[in-house]
């Protein structure tokens, strides 16, 4: 019987109509993925703890079950402004909205009320896992010298996994990543443009699996985004850091990955509170590290943006 190969997997996602009802992602939906790994059965275990008149295990029961999926994909645009890219509907089902803006870009906005969810078919060399209602967690990394990428957590319903080929794919949706460098990317923190080489994101969702009786879902419940950024410490004249953290200083930062008319990225905020900063050494040049917190207005659902 021949081996089961990890490097022949394909990914496909979709979102759906109804939450936690499934549907059939076909090869327009398949997903370019790196950094792959995939849970077939998770969930919480109850020890039986059984009293008997010897030592031994009493074994134990299942009394949860679900899939996890996580995976990395490249930060990229579109080919053609107002294109929806290949990440739509994964960022759709991390809690976040998508509005089209025809011919110009499309915008991702974290949103609290009306979450969708996604199917995803998982199929390794011939075993396909599917799952539904799946709902998750983003993180994006911008390091310099590196592709930029977003990392994907999903948690979704348990099914069991069956024998089926492996479907076709179209990746058409994904386009060759741009390295982060000072020709594709910049990065402005209270509108000062920082020699930066890192940054970060995480959407910071709070993602729980449910099973009670009448009960198998996947909610989002909760939402603390946070971030980071790492560059060049500036003079005190430039910008005090140490006294805008001190002072949970409230400021803008945008980064603008791709410079060009299309296959730019975009993440925004007009709200990132700076924390307590921190430094390090890269090729003798002092560094400087800000953790970020997000945080939204009285109007709410508005503390990032990210346009693609």
Request: proline share 5%.
């Amino acid at each position: 019987m021949p081996a089961k190969l990890m490097r022949k997997m394909a990914i496909l996602a979709l979102v759906e109509t109804v939450v936690g009802s499934p549907v059939v992602p076909v090869a327009a939906n398949a997903l370019l993925v790196s950094d792959a790994t995939l849970t077939p059965i998770e969930g919480d275990v109850a020890e039986r703890n059984n009293i008997r008149p010897f030592f031994g295990s009493s074994g134990s029961t299942l009394v949860t079950e679900y899939q996890k999926v996580s995976f990395s994909v490249e930060f990229t645009g579109v080919a053609v402004a107002g294109n929806l890219p290949g990440v739509t509907d994964l960022l759709r089902a991390c809690a976040m909205s998508a509005t089209v803006q025809t011919g110009v870009k499309t915008v991702f906005a974290p949103v609290t009320d009306g979450i969708e969810s996604v199917t995803i078919y998982g199929n390794v060399d011939g075993i396909l896992h599917k799952m539904h209602g799946a709902r998750g967690e983003v993180e994006l990394t911008t390091d310099a010298k590196g592709i930029p990428k977003w990392k994907f957590d999903f948690t979704g319903s348990f099914v069991p996994a069956v024998d089926a080929p492996l479907p076709a794919v179209n990746y058409t949706a994904f386009l060759a990543p741009l390295g982060v460098n000072k020709a594709n990317t910049t990065l402005l923190l209270d509108g000062l443009a920082v020699a930066a080489s890192a940054f970060s994101f995480k959407a910071g969702n709070t993602v729980v699996k449910r099973d009670l009786m009448n009960v198998d879902s996947v909610e989002i419940t909760d939402r603390k985004s946070t971030g980071s950024v790492t560059f060049e410490n500036t003079a005190i004249a430039v910008k005090n850091w140490i006294a805008m953290a001190r002072a949970s200083a409230v400021v803008p930062l945008v980064l603008k990955h791709g410079q060009g008319a299309t296959n730019t990225a975009t993440f925004k905020s007009a709200r990132a509170q700076l924390g307590k900063p921190t430094y390090s050494d890269s090729d003798g040049v002092q560094m400087i590290t800000i953790p970020l917190s997000f945080i939204p207005s009285d109007a709410g659902n508005d503390e990032w943006a990210i346009e693609i």
